[in-house]
């Protein structure tokens, strides 16, 4: 059958990292035990159960049948996890197909390509926006399991908050969002977001809305390189732009990924030393999000050491496109 693990007890820390608590108008969330520093993995967990995410046939049909092979502990972990939109005249004792429906909407998550699972512990995580999420998950193919770091420092009693979708877009916005990693739901989440963004008077709210809209911008049109709409100074341009708007505020979410496109850019073009450079950018934001451990950390460390390996070397014409700024 399926077994389900977490972690985080057997790394032999004499304290706990975080704890589950309640918190107000949020139900329970997870709190830092002591400080955190950026990039610490915080915990590693498996599936109670996975399903796939596209489904032709009744999906509570299928978590059904997924629930019924589980032990009465892992039965319980599941039914203690919170849900919304459970229809408010049924009884959830009476409802148990229903009730374990509304619970895995409100919880479950991507556990590779097409697949989305429960992690009870990690459920516990509340959301937050752009600069208020200060840890993130990743699933690992190799191991079958969920990873998730610190994207920041967190200091002891700090709540850890992840983010449920992108949240580069301004806060009328993101509160219309549904989860992408749930394509066949169809109802929101059931809350109204009151992160520290969320959370700002309206000045500086709209200050953050102006910030997030022109990092989503520039992120489309650095995609353009790829068309050839751009050339590669100019595309690089825009990755130090993206840099410079996201320090602004606070959102460092995605920099691994950015920078090893811009890394990919510099080394289309044989600027040797640009594509060194974000290269081990990329290996640095990389380790914080994802951990040392892994494919992409490796790979880019290697274009690190001889960026003549990339496998886009020389696929544009030379061009001395720049490294990052700082
Ligand atoms: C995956 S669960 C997170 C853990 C949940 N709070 C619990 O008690 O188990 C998702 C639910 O938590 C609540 N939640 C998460 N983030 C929130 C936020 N920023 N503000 C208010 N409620 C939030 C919502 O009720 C949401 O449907």
Request: aromatic share 10%; hydrophobic share 35%; proline share 4%.
């Amino acid at each position: 059958g399926s077994s389900s693990n977490t972690k985080e007890k057997e790394y032999g820390q004499s304290e706990p990292m975080f704890h589950v608590s309640d918190i107000p108008g949020k139900g329970k969330g997870v709190l830092a035990a002591r400080d955190i520093k950026q990039g610490e993995l915080v915990l590693q967990e498996y599936p109670l159960f996975t399903v796939p995410l596209h489904i032709q046939s009744s999906p509570s049909a299928l978590i059904a049948e997924r629930l019924q092979k589980l032990s009465s502990v892992q039965k319980e972990a599941f039914f203690n996890l919170s849900y919304v939109h459970f229809p408010e005249n049924l009884d959830p004792k009476e409802h148990v197909d229903r009730l374990a429906l509304a619970i895995f909407e409100t919880n479950a998550v991507s556990a590779g390509k097409d697949t989305v699972g429960i992690f009870p512990t990690m459920a516990r995580l509340n959301h937050g926006c752009s600069s208020a999420f200060n840890v993130v998950y990743s699933w690992r193919n190799e191991h079958e399991g969920l990873f998730v770091h610190a994207l920041k420092d967190i200091k002891k009693g700090q709540e850890l908050l992840t983010t449920y979708t992108d949240t580069k877009r301004p806060r009328e916005e993101r509160r219309k969002l549904i989860p992408e990693d749930r394509a066949y739901l169809t109802q929101q989440y059931g809350f109204k977001c009151t992160c520290d963004v969320c959370a700002l008077p309206d000045g500086l709210s709209q200050a953050s809305d102006r910030r997030l809209s022109k990092i989503s911008e520039l992120y489309r049109k650095f995609a353009t390189w790829g068309n050839m709409d751009i050339d590669g100074i100019q595309a690089i341009n825009y990755v130090r732009e993206i840099w410079e708007i996201e320090d602004e505020e606070g959102y460092w979410s995605e920099r691994g990924q950015l920078a090893a496109d811009a890394a990919w850019v510099a080394a289309s073009h044989s600027d040797a030393s640009a594509a060194q450079a974000w290269a081990l950018k990329a290996a640095e934001w990389f380790t914080y999000e994802i951990g040392a451990d892994t494919p992409q950390v490796r790979s880019l460390i290697t274009v690190g050491d001889r960026p003549q390996s990339h496998n886009a070397w020389g696929t544009r014409e030379k061009l001395e496109v720049g490294g990052p700024k700082y």
